[in-house]
């Protein structure tokens, strides 16, 4: 780039920083959900009652939703994230049609497309030459005027810091550059996307931008991630800490790569989405790695209990303020809160059984003085939080076979008030079994009886719990969207990265 595009660059980097907006919901110990509203999700928004509306209003800090659909909902939900993907030209659109000079090709002069839903030697995206001014420009007149229903944020998929462009043969394949007359290197790409972003910025300075990132695509320290970064709001991580290809450690799978990754994107002043979806380790697992990093500009995204009918009590817990950063207790990953403290156990771990110290109560209203976690495996504990933070080692015990049992019928410590009789089962070998329904009567929480029993050859709790206190609204509208979703994606709304 030359020095005049580096001045420019900057000036758009300042704006963007400047103008961000802050505070997703709480302070760091509360769940900042956001929930993807596809097409499945029109069962619940096509046409809520009044009650439903506040329900979600209430309850889900931010929506990623999809227009047009969504436009005439922004009256009574108007924290709407509006998607689109950076770099798809839809191959039956009109775009592709008046500007095939925009679509990728490589040296042969064949297009090239978003590896993703490929079939027949084909897939249904073509990928856009993001370094062309022309196409990215008609991009932000596309937003814009998207935007203009009234959405508060920007949803960019596919903010891809490594090529993504295949052949529709199921084979990456590296584009050719028609600025250079070369093959596209992985700097111009990321340089591409780092323009691309400041110009998305400078065009929505108080809008919320929000990238789906992947983290092990770029280093999070390289100068086109940081500048990118620095440019949106919130970078979205799909499949979070569940995603079972993360591997312990700092290698680039690592859980502790993931963990540095979200800690340069608080650096760089964004806040960050984890999305686990089905929560395939476990939704306590889930939450409590989300806890390791929230600072109340966090949010949350999974279906597992996130469902307005077939809602998770544990979403509500309130851990009050973060005391500290995370930080290694031993050899399990902790944060400290005002009201209690979160505890993880990465992959590939031994299972480990420590001693908290004084009685804690988990989320399944159990009374916990020590807990026992296998790989995968965490813990949210709430409590009075201790005089000082200590950071020293735990009393643990690392074994290969261990059983412990805790039983408790009375709960003076706060724990949230739930709203469904939930049966979890979660193994160490990432199966897990999820049971949910909503009660009929409502059980006080101050006489709750749990009773926990722990293995490490299971490693989580197996729990049994009652409680409910908090009104569900269930669904009524029976309205079908085959005509509402043409322009949406009506299975999954973002493609596996890996």
Known sequence: MRDTSRVAAAALLIVGVATRAYGLCGNGGQVCFVPVADSSFDVYTSNPTAAQQSWMVSRYARMLVYSPYFDSRLGWY????????????????????????????????????????????????????????????????????????????????????????????????????????????????????????????????????????????????DPAVVSSTQNTNYVWIERGFNDTGIVGGTGPFGFETLLGFIDAAHRDGAGVVVEPGSATWGRDYALATYFLFSNGNDGFSSRNGGLP???????????????????????????????????????????????????????????????????????????????????????????????????????????????????????????TSTTETTPTTTVPVSTTTTSTSMSTSTAAPTTTTSTSTLPIPTTTSSTTTSTSTTSRRTTTTRRPHK
């Open 78 to 221: 108007p924290a709407g994230w509006v998607y689109k993907d950076v770099y798809a030209i839809y191959k039956d659109g009109a775009l592709a049609t008046a500007h095939p000079e925009w679509i990728l090709r490589d040296q042969s002069g064949n297009n090239l497309y978003i590896p993703y839903g490929c079939s027949g030697r084909s897939c249904p995206q073509y990928a856009g030459d993001v370094g062309n001014p022309a196409f990215r420009a008609n991009w932000i007149a596309e937003a814009t005027a998207t935007m203009a229903a009234g959405y508060v944020g920007l949803f960019e998929d596919d903010f891809n810091m490594r090529m993504q462009v295949g052949d529709g043969r199921g084979r990456l394949v590296t584009p050719w550059d028609p600025r250079t007359g070369a093959a596209m290197t992985e700097s111009a790409w990321r340089s591409y996307l780092s323009q691309f972003q400041a110009e998305i910025r400078a065009a929505f300075p108080t809008s919320e931008l929000i990238q789906n990132q992947v983290f092990f695509f770029a280093p999070a320290d």
């Open 309 to 431: 009918d077939a809602w998770w009590p544990g979403y509500e817990v309130d851990l009050g303020a973060p005391l500290n950063d995370h930080y290694l207790w031993g050899s399990l990953f902790r944060r400290d809160f005002a009201g209690g403290l979160v505890l993880v156990n990465q992959p590939n771990s031994a299972t480990v059984t420590v001693d908290l110290g004084g009685a804690y109560v988990g989320l399944d209203g159990a009374v916990y003085t020590s807990v026992t976690l296998g790989a995968t495996n965490g813990i949210v504990l709430l409590g009075a939080a201790p005089t000082t933070t200590t950071t020293s080692d735990p009393s643990t015990t690392t074994t290969s076979s261990t059983t412990t049992s805790t039983s408790s019928s009375t709960s003076t410590l706060p724990i949230p008030t739930t709203s469904s009789s939930t049966t979890t089962s979660t193994s160490e070998t990432s199966s």
